[in-house]
T-cell receptor, first 121, second 113 residues
Framework: DAGVTQSPTHLIKTRGQHVTLRCSPI?????VSWYQQVLGQGPQFIFQ???????GRGNFPDRFSARQFPNYSSELNVNALLLGDSALYLC????????????????????FGAGTRLSVL | AQSVTQLDSQVPVFEEAPVELRCNYS??????LFWYVQYPNQGLQLLLK??????LVKGINGFEAEFNKSQTSFHLRKPSVHISDTAEYFC???????????FGGGTRVLVKP
């Protein structure tokens, strides 16, 4: 089975431009989360979506937005790019999220894609 | 708020030697803990997880970790490393399934021949 797929793998943009990153979850997974990993740091949570609704948002400016489609794929959009937005953007999917599972289990585990490396010049 | 601290940013180790990567977490409620590995130019791969039950957790590739609630630690160990274990390792926590993962800063392991 295919894992989490992200496109494009690499992207170069200039300051002020906008960018759209795409993610396809593992087949059957209904939740997608986005993380930003700046070079030399751990990933930082940006968004989580489940059943097309936003279920969580990290401490990122409004320039960052996302959505989830009926087929559970997702897009992350970043407007007015800054140099500091240069990072590896990771997408993760899971079958379900808490509330439906009742308690933690393997269905809640997040699986990551290989990421999109964004360079802002 | 949750936080995860990885006490070593880099760990050099010789091939076939043991390695321990240290991780401490802070949380006022029940917490779920994970170790992920990131090979160069790749995404994150789950090594192991602690959800409940036995405090000694075994993962893939010969890694294991021990959950210590009193010391709020979740240290990762491998008794004998290989060159192929050269990678960056991230400890992460979550307070609820599917909720956000909070990551530590990572520990870069360099296995020397």
């Amino acid at each position: 089975d295919a894992g989490v797929t992200q496109s494009p793998t690499h992207l170069i943009k200039t300051r002020g431009q906008h960018v759209t990153l795409r993610c396809s979850p593992i087949s059957g997974h209904k939740s997608v989360s986005w993380y930003q990993q700046v070079l030399g740091q751990g990933p930082q949570f940006i968004f989580q979506y489940y059943e097309k609704e936003e279920r969580g948002r990290g401490n990122f400016p409004d320039r960052f937005s996302a959505r989830q489609f009926p087929n559970y794929s997702s897009e992350l959009n970043v407007n007015a790019l800054l140099l500091g937005d240069s990072a590896l953007y990771l997408c993760a999917s899971s079958l379900i999220i808490i509330g439906l599972a009742g308690r933690w289990g393997d269905k809640n585990i997040q699986y990551f894609g290989a990421g999109t490396r964004l360079s802002v010049l | 708020a949750q936080s995860v601290t990885q006490l070593d940013s880099q760990v050099p180790v010789f091939e076939e030697a043991p390695v321990e990567l240290r991780c401490n977490y802070s949380s006022s409620v029940s917490v779920y803990l994970f170790w992920y590995v990131q090979y160069p130019n790749q995404g994150l791969q789950l090594l192991l997880k602690y959800l409940s039950g036995s405090t000694l957790v075994k993962g893939i590739n010969g890694f294991e970790a021990e959950f210590n609630k009193s010391q709020t630690s979740f240290h990762l160990r491998k008794p004998s490393v290989h060159i192929s274990d050269t990678a960056e390792y991230f400890c992460a926590s979550s307070q609820a399934a599917g909720n956000k993962l909070t990551f530590g800063g990572g520990t870069r392991v360099l296995v020397k021949p």
